[in-house]
């Protein structure tokens, strides 16, 4: 059963901010939002996580509602190379697999 | 480090034939995971190990899936006998639980076609 939903695809300018929503409204109070992404041809690549506070690296932003149902990763600048398919994922700090859905396809455009 | 490595990177078998696919992960890391990615299933945890054990193999879609881990640095994957439903990206992982417990590594995968 899936645990997360996102939109399947989205447009962002080049240079612009690129926000990605995801929505994780049965998460649990030990669960973690992991982001992953998966460019073209290539095996997914971690991003970001955060439990409830919002957290930033140098990749991008991971923000969290207060009643933790809902996030969004941010990609401050993004550019052509951050095409690629988001993963938003939740699991708990026990737990070792990650369940990837069908996630978000960005296109940044030129 | 040079990352996950996994061979070959591209396989080509007729329906019947053995194929194993390989993976060397990060050295150091503790686990080490097996993911297959199609287009009408996306992607999907096969098995993963810790210590070289097989701690969860529920994905392993059927027995003519095998995987082993003989030693850290290495682990196969071999599907016996191969058909045509079985092409697909094969992805090998790991990770450190320790230190980058949240984040898997994963390699370039390997790219399966069964005629």
């Known amino acids: 059963d899936a645990k997360t939903t996102q939109p399947p695809s989205m447009d962002c300018a080049e240079g612009r901010a690129a926000n990605l929503p995801c929505n994780h409204s049965?998460?649990?109070?030990?669960?973690?939002v992991y982001w992953y992404r998966q460019i073209h041809s290539q095996g997914p690549q971690y991003i970001i996580h955060?439990?409830?506070n919002n957290e930033t690296n140098e990749m991008a932003s991971l923000i969290i509602t207060e009643d933790r149902k809902s996030s969004t990763l941010i990609l401050p600048h993004a550019t052509l190379r951050d095409t690629a398919v988001y993963y938003c994922?939740?699991?708990?700090?026990?737990?070792?697999?990650?369940?990837f859905g069908p996630g978000t396809r960005l296109s940044v455009l030129p | 480090d040079a990352g996950v490595i996994q061979s070959p990177r591209h396989e080509v078998t007729e329906m019947g034939q053995e194929v194993t696919l390989r993976c060397k992960p990060i050295?150091?890391?503790?686990?080490l995971f097996w993911y297959r990615q199609t287009m009408m299933r996306g992607l999907e945890l096969l098995i993963y190990?810790?210590?070289?054990?097989?701690?969860?193999d529920s994905g392993m879609p059927e027995d003519r899936f095998s995987a082993k881990m003989p030693n850290a640095s290495f682990s196969t994957l071999k599907i016996q006998p191969s058909e045509p439903r079985d092409s697909a990206v094969y992805f090998c992982?790991?990770?450190?639980?320790?230190?980058?417990?949240?984040?898997?590594?994963f390699g370039p995968g390997t790219r399966l076609t069964v005629l």
């Open positions: 190990f810790n210590n070289n054990v097989p701690i969860d």
């Open positions: 994922i939740v699991r708990d700090n026990y737990g070792q697999n990650f369940v």
């Open positions: 049965t998460i649990s109070g030990n669960e973690y």
């Open positions: 992982a790991s990770s450190l639980y320790e230190i980058s417990y949240n984040e898997q590594f």
């Open positions: 955060g439990l409830k």
């Open positions: 050295s150091g890391h503790d686990y």
